[in-house]
């Protein structure tokens, strides 16, 4: 069996350990530390991290995890789980997606030492973690006021990459080509396979977006090897293979015909923009046929503004992808 070390801490088969990894210290010297809880089963298997909260707003990843552990989830018959319910810790503490100085973690992989506090978390994450897993699942949520509907996002052309995605079978599994200096990038060149899963939106609970969340990692965890039980998925997965947005023409006040998740055929009218006194009112209608896989819950908006994410699974030219 494979000895697994994380930050000076040796786990061996059959113990559990909670970790931290010490980042760095704020202007008053307060020390800011990523946790860790690692479960290892005797029995060998393979070793998957759940990590959430890189984004630090982006509580349902968090509250996935907080579950996992707190049900025992986390305790495979099989191999090795590594929990990390905030990573970081900054941003969870600030109600904010970023560091302090405004970098952004996911942007800074594989990142320094030495470097801004944003690169000095990818650099733990990359030194101290990636190196002892196989396999991960990056949890995130839309953005501010923006829900996504429960989607894994993968490079489906890696066939690991792939299966991983159908193993986990939330309702949508996105062809997402990698963002460079992201986690699932950097990882990738190390040979791990990082999945992004994402669920609702920042600062908000989504019970559905949680519970899929859970559901999805037990199943890939049985995919894995690492549990014999998991839940059936709720809907049949659909393959995702071009996505965009669909953008208001005109500012004012943004009112949708739809839910996320739904089914619309092109041309239909998914939407109304008008202006605050009753003057003027734009319909606003699907760019083609698809899923509503993200949306945007704020009324007020500026021309331009995305209003729904919307995903085919046909090969088709839309706009790229939003950020994971
Ligand atoms: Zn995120």
Known sequence: MKEIKIADHTIRPGEFKAINIDIARLPSHTVINTPIYISRAKEDGPVLALMAGMHGDEINGMEIVRRILESGLHQPKRGTVVCMPIINMYGFLNYSREVPDGKDINRSFP??????????????????????????????????????????????????????????????????????????????????????????????????????????????????NMIDEAPQPDVENKIIWSTGWIRAKTPGLFQSNVVCGQHVEKNDWVGTVTDPFGEFQEKVYATESGYI??????????????????GTENLCKLESLGDD
């Not at 896989?293 to 919307?310: E, T």
């Open 111 to 224: 990142g320094t030492r030495g470097g801004s506090l944003a690169s000095r978390v990818a650099y733990h994450l990359m030194h101290d973690v990636v190196p002892v897993i196989d396999y991960g699942v990056d949890f995130h949520t839309g953005g501010a006021m923006r829900a996504n509907y429960p989607q894994v996002r993968a490079e489906l052309k890696d066939q690991t990459n792939l299966e991983l995605a159908q193993a986990f079978s939330a309702p949508f599994t996105i062809d997402a080509p990698f963002r460079p200096n992201s986690l699932r990038k950097e990882a990738s060149k190390r040979g791990k396979n990082i999945i992004v899963y994402e669920g609702g939106e920042s600062l908000r609970f989504d019970q559905h977006a949680i519970k899929e969340g859970i559901a999805g990692t037990m199943r890939l965890m049985k995919h894995l």
């Open 293 to 310: 896989i993200g949306l945007n819950n704020i009324p007020v908006i500026n021309a331009g503004d995305a209003l729904m994410h919307l």
